[in-house]
Structures are given as structure tokens and as C-alpha cells.
């Protein structure tokens, strides 16, 4: 046709197509649950903006999600009659990645296709999976709102380019037409596609359809007849009782929310009733995204208002430093047409984020307390992960602050590894008979904090030192004065008072060294001037000849290292 165009891919879409095609083909199965929950994605759209405009449902109010074949044409088709997309929103949801983070990850590619492919999944799969299996995919659709003359039919090898063109689409929705690639005609099967589909997408809440089979019984052998029957539960995961759901499910559902292609640490699902009624399902993941320190990166949580969808990234359900947290949150109290706006004044929205952050909380205890070591472990990967941002709690969350000041983890002169492992809990139980306080030591490196000159004297005294080297940790430690009753404080701050450690003998060898060394001190603080406050004789040192410390009320000079490179 004569408005057909040929648009090229974004340079990124053409790497991760070919990473998608070689990478995952013996996942290859996973295209059917990617394409399956763009539907559902896509019906959830169009049930939320129907809210406040119930004309775009055209009198089809019953979304559903068709897959159906074709042996002749060796063709797959998915439709739905969801939200649709408009010629612009397909060149740019089709041909583009909007994700932040997308430069960085390509930069990771190794080559090595079994590390790329468990990059991929921390990336997302998505649309482009299709092309495992197809070599060209067809997609025709008409938004939801536009004309039957209004709808798109785009259309792609998966290579460099695609085309699009106007043309009459008689419903709304999507569908999507893979074209298989030679070898893959054993997904032309009823019974294929319908395992396929239940093994990952039963959790999908909108029926999906397929025709049913018949046995014909002159042809002895199955038929396709033209009636169509569901094939999955089509109920809203979260509102089914536990007991119902297998792990697989919790686990294929939490694909389908988070958009994350591996597993998930750990969940919890729980229906809360009271003084605000409403059901939660929060997943852990088991890998930090590559956004996860982009500010304007949408939180994980959906809000579904009694099974109704109603946003993305309703970030006031959680706090900010719970922003890796995944899953649904659905309320009975909330009004259908809740805006943002409400959400941020609302006293429901309170009461959920306080129940869903406890539930966090409580699932992140769980592991870091168990004695079983897999759940151990689990609590390692996630503070290696996350641990950094859950830092950010200490200075965000004063109501949880003691929870958790528990679940952080350390390295420390005790274990001298780089590994986190140290609870302050077990600093504690370690302190030296007559130590009052717990000690640590800020730098900008493990080295450098390992290295310190500040810790000679704790070495030597066989007294534990926190080595805090991350870059939240001077921060969060304005926050968090005290652990258990006893005071935190820095090595490298004023007169080190290693109170009752130092015992009478060394007390006396000390004043008589000051006395003796009392001209000298003069002499350099003259020299010195206003450059520095003051000139003590240290007995912190053992090996270095002399160090720089800040007074007990000042900034350490690493924090002020840190300010100035903010541009403070
Ligand atoms: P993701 O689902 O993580 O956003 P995908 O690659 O799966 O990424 O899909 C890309 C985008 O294409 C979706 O965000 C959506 O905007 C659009 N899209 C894909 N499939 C459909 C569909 N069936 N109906 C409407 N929009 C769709
Ligand atoms: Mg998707």
C-alpha cells in the first residue's frame, strides 16, 4: 500500500533482539507467557481508563485474551480487546526501550551466551521474545477511543527495520501474529499451547480462549470446532485462598507483575482485615534491577481497587527505601476513581503502608534470623542487592528505625572481608569486658578503611571496628546514634575515650609521655596556626607517626569529601 513505511529499530531493540534469539532459545516456551501478559497489561489499561469513560468500551465489556493457530499458515495469533495502541505508541513502545539503564546493560554483554541470557531476564524479555520462535511477526491493533479506519498493522523480521501502515480493524484490542520459524511446528497444537499456557499464565485474571477440540469421529482424530473454551482459573491470583496456589503460580505470577524474568527471593500474601480491609501479595526480588538507583524509576507496587486495576506505581503503598519491593496491593475501601492525589491524603493509603512495611520488614526477619541456611543465604543475596537502600530506612523510617537497625549488616575488623555479614547484634556480643560503645571507621574504600591508622589502637586492644564503606553510611549514621543502648561513634572523632580499656598502668606511661612531650606540641601548634584546631599527643597510633581526626562535633572528613563532591 502506498502508506506502508519502513521505520528502523533503535540500535539497542537490534542487540537485544539478536541477544533474545540466540540467548533464550531453550527457554523458548517463555514467548507465550510474554505475549500473554501484554494482554492482560493492555485489558488492565483499558478497565482503568474506562473508569472515567465508559464509552471506550464500545458495548464489549468482556475482556479476554484469544490464542488461536493456524497449521496452514504455520501462524500463532494472540488478540485481546484491551487497551490497543495508536500508530504513535506502536513506533514507540515497538521500536524503542524507554527503560532507563539500557546503555549500561548493553555495555555488560559479555558474548558468553549463558551469562547474556541471565542478563536478559534481569532486563526484562517482553514483546520481542516472540522472535525466538517467529521470523516475522505481525501486529495489528486499534486503541481503544480511534476509528475502525484508525488502527495500525505493523510488521517485522526482527532485524533491522519494520514497517507500518494504516489499515480497517473491525475491534478494538491487539492481536499478535508470529510466523513461525521452520522447525517450530510442534507449537501448532491445541494441546501445546494449552500446557504452555497453564503452566505459565494460569495465574492470568482474564479468561484466555482457545477452540475447543472435538473427535471427529469419520476423520479419527481431534478437530478444531469454533467454540471456545477458557483455559486458565481467570481469577485474580491474590484473591484465591493460599492453599490453593502452588509455588510455580506465586512464582509465574511474579513474573508477570515485575516484568523480571528470574525468580523471586521470597513473598507473602496475606489478607488484612480491620480498620482498613485489603489484600497484599509483596514479593522480594531476587536481583536489583538496573534502575534501581534512578530517581524517577516507578515503584513495584500495583493498586487494584476490588480486583479493578487501577496504577503502576502507586509509590505512596510503600515507602521510598522499600522501593524494590514487587506484587499488588488490592483494597476494598478505596474509591474506584482514586487519584493520585487522594492516594497521598488518604488514611486507608496510611494504614496500608504502615500493615505492607511491617509485612516487609517481617519477611526480611524471617530470613535473617533463621537457622536454616538456605534462608541465611537468601538474607545474604538480598543484602548484597539491596542492602544499601534499606540503609536509607534509618533515616526515612523513625517508627521502624530499631527493626531496622537489626537487619543491617557490616564488614568489620572481626571478619577483615569485604562480605557484609556483621549484625551489630553481633558486635554486641562481642565487646570487650569495660567497652561501652561500638566503634567504626568511614572511608571511601575497603582498603582505606582497613588500612586506617585510626584502628592501630583497637587492633592492638583486640577491640572490634565497623568498616563502613558505602557511600549512605555517613548519612544513615546521623541518624542512628545508638544500637542497644550503646552509643555509636567514630574512631577518627575527637578524644578517643577507650574508657575503662585503658587500664591504670597505661594511664600513667600516657600523662607522662604528654608531659614530656609538651614543648614539642606548642611549637606545632605555632607552626600551624589556624590550620589546624589543635595538636595532641595521640597513643591511638602504633605503627603511623601522626594522624588527622575531626572534633566530636564536626563532620568527618569523609562526609566532608563526600559534600564537596556533591558540590555542597
Ligand atoms: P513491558 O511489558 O515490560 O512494558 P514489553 O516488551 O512486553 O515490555 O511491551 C512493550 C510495550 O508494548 C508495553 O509496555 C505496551 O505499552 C506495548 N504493548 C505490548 N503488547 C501490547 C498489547 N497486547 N496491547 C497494548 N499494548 C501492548
Ligand atoms: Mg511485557
Given at each position: 500500500a502506498?502508506?506502508k ?17 540466540h ?8 514467548f507465550l ?7 492482560s497489561?493492555a485489558?488492565d489499561?483499558?478497565?482503568f ?5 465508559d464509552?471506550?468500551?464500545c ?6 485474551i ?5 497449521k ?7 488478540a485481546?480487546n484491551?487497551?490497543?495502541?495508536s500508530?504513535d ?9 524507554a527503560?532507563?539503564?539500557t546503555?549500561?546493560?548493553f555495555?555488560?554483554?559479555?558474548g558468553d551466551?549463558?551469562k547474556?541470557a541471565?542478563?536478559?531476564?534481569q532486563?526484562g ?7 525466538i ?5 505481525t501486529?495489528e491493533t486499534r486503541?481503544?477511543?480511534l476509528a ?7 510488521e517485522?523480521?526482527?532485524e533491522?527495520d519494520?514497517s507500518?501502515?494504516?489499515?480497517e480493524k473491525a475491534?478494538?484490542?491487539?492481536s499478535?501474529?508470529?510466523h513461525l520459524?521452520?522447525?517450530?511446528d510442534e507449537?501448532?497444537?491445541t ?6 499456557i ?8 482474564l479468561p484466555?480462549?482457545?477452540a475447543?477440540e472435538?473427535w ?9 470446532s469454533?467454540?471456545l473454551e ?7 491470583l491474590?484473591a484465591?485462598?493460599k492453599?490453593?496456589i ?7 505470577f511474579?513474573?508477570?507483575v515485575s516484568?523480571?524474568?528470574g525468580a523471586p527471593?521470597?513473598y507473602?500474601?496475606n489478607?488484612v482485615?480491620g480498620?482498613s480491609?485489603?489484600?497484599?501479595l ?6 536489583a534491577?538496573?534502575?534501581l538507583w534512578d530517581r524517577?524509576?516507578r515503584?513495584g507496587i500495583k493498586l487494584?481497587v ?15 527505601y ?9 483494597s476494598a475501601?478505596?474509591?474506584l476513581n ?6 497521598q491524603?488518604?488514611?486507608?493509603v496510611k494504614a496500608?503502608r504502615?500493615g505492607?512495611?511491617k509485612r516487609v ?9 533463621a537457622?536454616?541456611?538456605?534462608k541465611k ?5 538480598f ?7 534499606l540503609?536509607?530506612?534509618i ?5 521502624n528505625?530499631e ?8 564488614s568489620s575488623t572481626?571478619?577483615d572481608?569485604t562480605?557484609q555479614t556483621?549484625?551489630?547484634?553481633d558486635?554486641v ?7 561501652a ?5 568511614t572511608?571511601d574504600s ?7 591508622p ?5 587492633r592492638?586492644?583486640g577491640v572490634e ?7 549512605v553510611d555517613?548519612?544513615m549514621l ?7 543502648g550503646?552509643e555509636l561513634?567514630?574512631?577518627a ?9 585503658e587500664d ?5 606511661e600516657h600523662?607522662?609521655t604528654?608531659a614530656?612531650?609538651?614543648?614539642l606540641?606548642t ?14 599527643v595521640?597513643f ?5 607517626p601522626?594522624?588527622l581526626?575531626?572534633d566530636e ?6 562526609l566532608l ?5 556533591a558540590?555542597?
Amino acid at each position: 500500500a502506498d502508506n506502508k513505511e519502513t521505520l528502523g529499530f533503535q540500535a539497542e531493540v537490534k542487540q537485544l533482539l539478536q541477544l533474545m534469539i540466540h540467548s533464550l532459545y531453550s527457554n523458548k516456551e517463555i514467548f507465550l507467557r510474554e505475549l500473554v501478559s501484554n494482554a492482560s497489561d493492555a485489558a488492565d489499561k483499558l478497565r482503568f481508563e474506562a473508569i472515567n469513560n465508559d464509552a471506550l468500551y464500545c458495548d464489549d465489556h468482556e475482556l479476554a485474551i484469544t490464542v488461536s493457530f493456524d497449521k496452514a499458515a504455520r501462524t500463532i495469533t494472540i488478540a485481546d480487546n484491551g487497551i490497543g495502541m495508536s500508530r504513535d505508541e506502536v513506533i514507540s513502545h515497538l521500536g524503542t526501550i524507554a527503560k532507563s539503564g539500557t546503555k549500561e546493560f548493553f555495555g555488560k554483554l559479555s558474548g558468553d551466551q549463558q551469562k547474556d541470557a541471565a542478563l536478559v531476564g534481569q532486563f526484562g524479555v517482553g514483546f520481542y521474545s516472540g522472535f525466538i520462535v517467529a521470523d516475522r511477526i505481525t501486529v495489528e491493533t486499534r486503541r481503544a477511543g480511534l476509528a475502525a479506519n484508525e488502527a495500525v498493522r505493523w510488521e517485522s523480521a526482527g532485524e533491522g527495520d519494520y514497517s507500518i501502515e494504516p489499515i480497517e480493524k473491525a475491534t478494538r484490542g491487539t492481536s499478535i501474529i508470529l510466523h513461525l520459524r521452520e522447525g517450530e511446528d510442534e507449537l501448532l497444537s491445541t494441546w501445546k499451547l494449552k500446557s504452555i499456557i497453564t503452566k505459565y499464565s494460569d495465574h492470568i485474571s482474564l479468561p484466555i480462549r482457545m477452540a475447543k477440540e472435538d473427535w471427529d469421529d469419520e476423520k479419527k482424530e481431534n478437530v478444531v470446532s469454533d467454540e471456545l473454551e477458557t483455559i486458565n482459573q481467570a481469577s485474580a491470583l491474590w484473591a484465591r485462598s493460599k492453599s490453593d496456589i502452588t509455588p510455580e503460580q506465586y512464582e509465574e505470577f511474579y513474573k508477570h507483575v515485575s516484568h523480571d524474568f528470574g525468580a523471586p527471593l521470597t513473598y507473602t500474601h496475606n489478607r488484612v482485615e480491620g480498620r482498613s480491609e485489603y489484600t497484599q501479595l509483596l514479593y522480594i526480588p531476587a536481583k536489583a534491577p538496573f534502575d534501581l538507583w534512578d530517581r524517577n524509576k516507578r515503584g513495584g507496587i500495583k493498586l487494584y481497587v476490588k480486583r479493578v486495576f487501577i496504577m503502576d506505581d502507586a509509590e505512596q503503598l510503600m515507602p521510598t527505601y522499600l522501593r524494590f519491593v514487587k506484587g499488588v496491593i488490592d483494597s476494598a475501601d478505596l474509591p474506584l476513581n482514586v487519584s493520585r492525589e487522594i492516594l497521598q491524603e488518604s488514611r486507608d493509603v496510611k494504614a496500608i503502608r504502615e500493615g505492607s512495611t511491617k509485612r516487609v520488614l517481617g519477611m526480611l526477619e524471617e530470613l535473617a534470623n533463621a537457622e536454616e541456611q538456605d534462608k541465611k543465604d537468601k538474607y545474604t543475596t538480598f543484602w548484597n542487592e539491596f542492602g544499601q537502600v534499606l540503609k536509607e530506612g534509618i533515616g526515612e523510617d523513625f517508627a521502624n528505625k530499631e527493626r531496622l537497625a537489626r537487619l543491617l549488616r557490616f564488614s568489620s575488623t572481626h571478619t577483615d572481608s569485604t562480605e557484609q555479614t556483621v549484625a551489630l547484634a553481633d558486635y554486641v556480643s562481642r565487646m570487650k569486658e569495660g567497652q561501652a560503645k561500638i566503634y567504626y571507621v568511614t572511608a571511601d574504600s575497603f582498603t582505606a578503611a582497613k588500612n586506617s591508622p585510626h584502628l592501630e589502637i583497637f587492633r592492638k586492644k583486640g577491640v572490634e571496628v565497623l568498616l563502613l564503606t558505602d557511600r549512605v553510611d555517613e548519612w544513615m549514621l546521623s541518624f542512628l546514634n545508638d544500637f542497644d543502648g550503646k552509643e555509636l561513634v567514630s574512631v577518627a572523632k575527637g578524644g578517643l575515650d577507650l574508657g575503662t580499656l585503658e587500664d591504670e598502668a597505661e594511664k600513667k606511661e600516657h600523662e607522662e609521655t604528654e608531659a614530656q612531650y609538651k614543648d614539642l606540641v606548642t611549637k606545632m601548634k605555632d607552626a600551624l596556626g589556624d590550620k589546624a584546631k589543635d595538636v595532641r599527643v595521640t597513643f591511638r597510633l602504633t605503627d603511623s607517626p601522626a594522624c588527622l581526626v575531626a572534633d566530636e562535633n564536626e563532620l568527618s572528613g569523609n562526609l566532608l569529601r563526600m559534600l564537596k563532591a556533591a558540590g555542597q
